[in-house]
């Protein structure tokens, strides 16, 4: 049974109680070893790596972290993503060490982050302008995509900082942080944050990092590209489908009734850690396989 889930662009990952990691999706030319030896689909799980972590799904590239606290990269590295200082375009197969101490790793189209067991947040890949790990700051716990070049950084007093990616007039990278743009947050996800107070922000637009409250009493979210969303409120999971430029919604669906204890101590985390890989996977048929979302939609919501 699985206990993470990581959704890329063209490949699925999972790590099951045993600590095994599976991957999924099309391979073709990305070399991105889930699927057959020579490119292709597969819509059979993968055995990839033993004693995994952590992992993490890019565009092109993969990523994960053993027991030990190693990083491992492979894939195409488009633009320094593999963080191995590789020729951009360069394919590979097997998966190679890129640092060790390292607690969590993320994967945003051609970008890397990567946390240390003592905080230090390192990035490297398209946005960045680096093609092995460049230290960004330290106290950071979490890690989630904004708008544009910027990700949100999370740190141990649940404050809510961007990390903007840059280029100076020399064509040298420009690493800079805002401020904190917001307190009490209790997670992060992709553009947005939800506080201690069960209200979830997300960005005002799709190029806006200025965030405005989206829903209430909400325990768990997930987001695809601005465009789609889930997030469980009040024993409701909600499905949302917004159109390109903000989460004005142009389509809504929901399923009530959720038969779980959604909150995240002791024993909840095990339901918690469920219910986020469900939603992940839903996010992830309604972007990726319009007429399968169709279909169930279809069964689910049948027209009166």
Not at 45 to 63: F, K
Not at 139 to 144: D, E, I, M, R
Not at 240 to 247: D, G, I, P, V
Request: glycine letters at 8%.
């Amino acid at each position: 049974s699985a206990k993470s889930i990581s959704v890329g662009e063209n490949c699925v990952l999972a790590i099951n109680t045993d600590d095994e990691l599976y991957g999924w999706g099309n391979d073709g030319e990305m070399s991105l070893l889930c699927g057959k030896a020579n490119g292709g689909t597969s819509k059979t799980p993968v055995m990839l790596m033993a004693d995994v972590i952590c992992a993490a799904s890019g565009v092109e590239h993969n990523a994960a972290v053993t027991s030990d606290g190693s990083l491992y990269t492979w894939g195409k590295d488009c633009n320094g993503s593999l963080g191995i200082a590789s020729l951009s375009g360069s394919v590979i197969r097997q998966p190679t060490k890129v640092m060790g101490n390292i607690e969590s790793v993320y994967c945003y189209g051609n970008n890397t982050l990567s946390i240390t067991k003592d905080g230090r947040l390192y990035g490297w890949g398209e946005d960045f302008g680096f093609n092995k790990p460049q230290l960004i700051t330290s106290g950071t716990v979490a890690v989630s995509k904004a708008c544009g070049k910027t990700f949100l950084l999370q740190n141990a007093n649940n404050e809510v900082r961007i990390l903007q990616c840059g280029t100076m007039p020399d064509g040298t990278p420009s690493i800079t942080l805002t401020p904190v743009v917001a307190s009490n947050v209790t997670d992060i996800i992709d553009y947005g944050y939800i506080r201690n107070d069960g209200k979830l922000w997300m960005c005002k637009t799709d190029s806006s990092n200025s965030f405005v409250p989206s829903a209430d009493r909400v325990k768990l979210a997930e987001c695809h590209d601005m465009s789609y969303r889930a997030y469980v409120s009040l024993r409701t999971l909600h499905i949302e489908k917004a159109n390109l430029n903000s989460f004005t919604k142009d389509e809504f669906h929901s399923v009530s009734d959720i038969s779980v204890q959604i909150q995240p101590t002791s024993s909840g985390i095990i339901f918690a850690i469920i219910i986020a890989a469900c939603i992940a996977v839903m996010v992830f048929v309604i972007a990726e396989k319009p007429e399968l979302y169709q279909q169930l939609k279809e069964e689910i919501f049948p027209e009166k």
